[in-house]
């Protein structure tokens, strides 16, 4: 039940007159009090206080109660013990020479920690344990098709096998059949000579009896025997039996015949600890430029300049030739590799370790260069290798397109066997754009967002490790909105317009701040946008000509190439220290 004093009925009284409407409260020591009662109240000297309003009091805490005066509730606040006190426990110098402060003071402290933990939690924390999960009942829903198409294999191998054995077989039967026969003919004909010698025999022996019974001179005269001729007799013929030898049947050899199994690995990868966002906002962070530098500018020697790709002090080119040059930063050439097949290169990339990936889109094949050696590491069936990049654990990412053009995809590899595919939202909706023009860039960010530049779909699409979406950026919103022309770059290369075209995305990178660099190719500028897809800045004031390619060195500096100058110009965008 409510206190008389308190209910809704009544007027609310001070809290130590119990006759005057109050007025104020004292925050410290949670009293209501009538104008007449405070100075009353400020009279007691052994605590702090702090009178206000009593409209503009904060709401009140619920105090706990002091564990050695179990009749008083715990209002201060002890910093060298880190407890809350009451004011008896104070009052008793158990804590002199402490620092006593508001309870206030430490609660709203507390309430800010309590705020900072709960929004990490709902908004960083949660969402990974919840994307994790989700990508393990994924991994599960996958388990049944995945061993499904193990089983077919060995079906399918097993009913080859049946089939070689099965024509073995038959190959036997018709050999022994085919001798079978021989032997029976060569019977026959042996047979048939000697039943032969046999008739003439009994002629023979018939005509001497009759020449006997007729006991005629004439004929027993004119007689001539032929026995000499049959003494001899003819021929026997003698013939071998073949023989049917088996080899035993060697399992281990009929297993390694038959197919191996690579056996189940099960490895737990303990993954990163999340930064808090103290420790985020804590972390050094280099300024960018207002006005981004222009540091220097050299020449590919290609008639068009398609991609550049960093390696140390050197650069990779790839240009309108089946030669791909490295370059110093002085535009001298290093060394060139020839394609192996003679094709000019869809896209480069450098790997970890230094070497040369190229893809060749008409003979479906990623390929390393390494020791100016080529080894095609990737064949792709049904699908063309757009754009590749490596990634920080030295993987392959590679974009690419159907035979028939209308699905494109991300596939991860490492070494040369497919270990993500990256095709579809959430929702079973294509992530990239499909179609004639395929332009899709790929870069890996230094969170192992995976970001790519769709040039039809005039979109930045960003995926998370899993290959989930995190976001798409479709461009400043002051880039007016038109239909997509392919042949933009060709008609506007080498021409000035203060007219603003739309969001032209060909080539990407990433840089140590996680920040996402594109090209934009229509208005020859370079959009840099955070971690999260915010747009920053452009960088469009370095005589940008054209631009379709990018990368980033480990000092941050832009390298861009230059469509039909075929040059390529090195930009310096974050402060220097």
């Known amino acids: 039940m409510l206190h008389p004093r308190r209910s809704a009925q009544h007027v609310l009284l001070c809290d130590l007159c119990e006759t005057v409407p109050l007025q104020s409260h004292c925050e410290l020591c949670n009293v209501n009090l009538c104008v007449n009662c405070v100075g009353k109240h400020l009279l007691d000297s052994s605590t702090g206080h702090n009178v206000v309003s009593h409209l503009q009091r904060r709401s009140t805490p619920n105090y706990s109660k002091c564990p050695k005066h179990a009749n008083e509730h715990s209002k201060l606040y002890c910093e060298k013990c880190n407890i809350p006190v009451c004011i008896t426990r104070v009052s008793s110098g158990k804590h002199k020479h402490h620092k006593i402060s508001d309870i206030h003071e430490n609660l709203s402290a507390q309430t800010q920690l309590l ?202 080119t790839r240009g309108n030739s089946k030669i791909m040059k490295l370059l110093n930063l002085q535009g001298n050439q290093l060394t060139s590799i020839q394609t192996e097949s003679g094709n000019i290169p869809e896209d480069i990339a450098v790997t970890r370790d230094g070497d040369l990936v190229y893809t060749d889109r008409l003979k479906k094949t990623v390929n390393l260069v390494k020791n100016e050696h080529i080894h095609n590491v990737i064949t792709l069936q049904g699908w063309c290798p757009l754009c590749v990049c490596s990634t920080s654990d030295d993987d392959l990412l590679v974009s690419m397109i159907s035979d028939d053009k209308t699905q494109t995809k991300v596939a991860r590899y490492s070494d040369s066997t497919e270990t993500q595919t990256i095709q579809f939202d959430d929702q079973g909706h294509p992530l990239y754009s499909s179609g004639v023009y395929i332009h899709k860039y790929v870069s890996e960010n230094r969170n192992h967002d995976i970001c790519v530049a ?15 979406l995190r976001f798409k950026y479709t461009g400043h919103p002051s880039n007016t909105k038109t239909s997509f022309n392919p042949f933009s770059l060709l008609k506007s290369a080498g021409k000035s317009s203060n007219t603003k075209k739309p969001f032209d995305p060909i080539g990407i990178t990433t840089d140590s701040h996680s920040h996402i660099l594109t090209v934009d190719s229509n208005n020859n500028r370079v959009h840099i946008l955070d971690l999260d897809g915010q747009f920053l800045r452009y960088i469009k004031n370095c005589q940008l000509d054209a631009p379709v390619g990018l990368c980033v060195d480990i000092r941050d500096n832009l390298f861009v190439a230059e469509w039909d100058a075929a040059k390529v110009k090195k930009i310096q965008y974050y402060k220097q220290g």
């Open 454 to 468: 769709d040039r039809e779909a005039r979109a930045v699409v960003v995926v998370n490790r899993s290959g989930k």
């Open 115 to 316: 705020q900072n933990d709960l929004k990490e939690l709902e908004n960083i924390i949660c969402p990974r344990y919840e994307e994790m999960a989700y990508n393990v009942q994924t991994e599960k829903a996958e388990v049944e098709t995945n061993y499904g198409e193990l089983i077919t294999a060995a079906d399918q191998q097993g009913e080859n096998l049946h089939r070689e054995i099965t024509a073995i077989v038959n190959q036997r039967k018709a050999d022994i059949g085919e001798m079978k026969n021989k032997h029976l003919s060569t019977l026959n004909k042996n047979t048939k000579e000697i039943a032969q010698n046999i008739t003439e025999l009994e002629q023979i022996i018939s005509d001497l009896k009759s020449i006997l019974k007729a006991n005629d001179i004439s004929l027993t005269s004119t007689y001539k025997s032929r026995n000499s001729e049959f003494r001899t007799l003819p021929p026997k013929v003698r013939v071998t039996l073949p023989s049917f030898s088996t080899q035993k049947i060697n399992k281990d050899k009929l297993n390694k015949m038959f197919g191996s199994l690579q056996s189940l690995s099960i490895n737990t990868e303990y993954s990163d600890t999340m930064k808090s966002p103290e420790a985020v906002s804590s972390a050094p962070i280099k300024s960018l430029l207002d006005e981004p530098q222009l540091i220097a500018t050299f020449n590919t020697g290609y008639k068009y300049l398609h991609s550049v790709s960093c390696f140390g002090e050197e650069v990779w």
